[in-house]
């Protein structure tokens, strides 16, 4: 199975049409407004009309209220739901039951504790992404976490490996963690919030070229 390739952070449809070129399997639209990277829910249901049927669109959300979530799920109508702050299981659990969307869980590592802890997300997400702990943004820092962590850990869902990718370690990495999915976001920027199509590409193909080494 390829590798799956998630490029995060996307705010126009050329970048958008630049990653699924590159061999993206999945584009984020982040709705967290402090983040540079931010797109508003009429901004996403834009973008997520213009992403070719090929890819799937992840619409990240950051402790968004529950009334908040629902209009963003109406409004965007993505494939996946990224939340990326402290949401809780039970509550993931309850959304579970009433969206079609699947749902992912971003979980900050810090040790293996955090680890063992993921698998209370059993049946409140799809899949888990472990990123490095939130620093003062919850995500998109570029820093990444010790992933030897990973090396003894039974994965009881469907993750993904997240954290300061860039096209030049992401190979490393998945030789290092087995990882079946890739998100990435400021690894493939000039500046905060400015994708560089050329390190989409280059990104993309580091991993294409794992995945058939
Ligand atoms: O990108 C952001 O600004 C962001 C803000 C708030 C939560 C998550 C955010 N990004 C996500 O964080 C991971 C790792 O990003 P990076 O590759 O280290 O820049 C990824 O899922 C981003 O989509």
Redesign the pocket.
Known sequence: MPTQI?I??LKTEAEIVAAAKSGATHI?L?N?EP???YVDLEQAAALRMRTPAHVKVVL?L?NAEPGYTAKALEIVKPDVV?F?GTETHQWLRLLKGATSAEIWK?LGVKDAETLKNSARFVGAADLL?F??PAQA???????RFDWSLLADHRHELPWGL????TPTNVADALRQTHAPMV?????VESAPGIKDMDKIAEFCKAVRDYDNS
């Open positions: 998630k995060c952070g984020g982040n967290y983040s540079p990277r990240l950051v990224q990326h971003a992404l990123d490095a943004l919850p995500g998109g820092t570029g820093m997240a954290g300061g990718l998100d990435t976001s400021s690894g």
